[in-house]
C-alpha cells in the first residue's frame, strides 16, 4: 500500500469510495447534502491536501489534511494545529490498517510543518474510527464537541504533538 496525493482522474472515484464508507457505517443514516461535500474531492484538493491509498492501481482510502486554522476546511482548529476531515476507507478494504495509515500520514505532515497539534472531528456512530485514533494516542476532547445540526453533534479528538520550547499556542 501507498499513501501519496490524490491525483486528478481519481478523484470522482475518490469522492464516491468516501459517499459509500461513510454510507457504510451502521448509523450514519441519510448523508443529505454533505454528500455532494463529501464527492467533491477536486474543491478539498484545490485548498487543502486529499492524500490516497492505494494498492496497485486500486484505490483504497482517502483523507483529507487541513493544515492550518485559516483553511476553508478547517474545522474547530486551532492556533498550531493541523486537521484530519472525511477519512474513509472503502468497504471492500476495510481491517487491511488503511485507516491507520492515511492517519498516520497526517499526522506525519503535522510534525513536518511544526504543528503542536492534530485535531479531528468524528460522528458518535464511527467508534471503529474512535478506536483507531485513541490506539494512536488521540485524546478524546469533548469541551470542543462542535454541534453541525440539532440531531447531530461531532466528537473531538486531539493528537499532541512535541511543540517547540517556550512556544505559546492558543
Known sequence: MQIRIARPAEFEELGELTVAAFEGIAGSGDLGEYADTLRDV???????????????ATLLGGVTY??????????????????????????AAQGRGVG??????????????????????????????????????FVRTPERDVDVRSDLRLMAF??????????TLG
Open 42 to 56: 477536486a474543491d478539498r484538493a484545490a485548498r487543502a491536501v486529499v492524500l490516497a491509498a492505494v494498492d496497485d
Open 66 to 91: 487541513v493544515p492550518d486554522p485559516a483553511n476553508p476546511y478547517a474545522e474547530d482548529l486551532r492556533l498550531g494545529e493541523a486537521g484530519i476531515r472525511m477519512l474513509a476507507v472503502a468497504p
Open 100 to 137: 491507520r495509515a492515511l492517519t498516520e500520514a497526517c499526522v506525519a505532515r503535522a510534525r513536518a510543518q511544526g504543528a503542536a497539534r492534530v485535531s479531528l472531528h468524528s460522528t458518535p456512530w464511527m467508534t471503529v474510527a474512535h478506536q483507531l485514533y485513541e490506539s494512536m494516542g
Open 158 to 167: 486531539v493528537l499532541e504533538l512535541s511543540a517547540a520550547p517556550g512556544t
